[in-house]
């Protein structure tokens, strides 16, 4: 490569990773040209991006971002999946083409979320995380549980002490 199209491909990459929310980094050797394809197909539709580069520009384009956590990680055939937008969507696209079955599926060696770095099982984990709506939807019942059950009590309470009332209200009109 032409030192100026390094530098362009180490700006373009220092421009991707700034913008990146989460990644995952992933060994591609051993799949076919057209698994490859399958692949970046299917994070394509997804939003995400699939990034085969040099390591050393990526060891580079890394500096100064929340990449440079993955500064040792860039060794041999590396693949980074880059996700912008929701953290948990590389993780998740990458199990769900793992249950297309692929003869042979990228090995994840870490994970990227919000500047922390991941272990390969950490990454396992976001992947099984539900939708980011579901989770809400279970924060906000557990919250809604105590308002529920206190409400139920009094109006309990409330039908208890109306009865009593009418039973009074009987006996009075029986006397």
Known sequence: ???ESKKESIGSLNEKFSKATSAVLARYQGITANEM???????RERSLEILVVKNTLAKIAAKDTSFEALDSDFKGPVSVIVGYGEVVGPAKALADYSKTGPDKEPEVICGLVDGKKIAPEGVKVLADLPPKEVLVAQLLSTMQAPTTNFVGVFSSLLRQFVGVLDA????????
């Open 37 to 43: 394809n399958s692949l970046r197909s299917h994070l």
């Open 168 to 175: 009074i209200k009987e006996k009075k009109s029986s006397e």
């Open 1 to 3: 490569m032409a030192t």
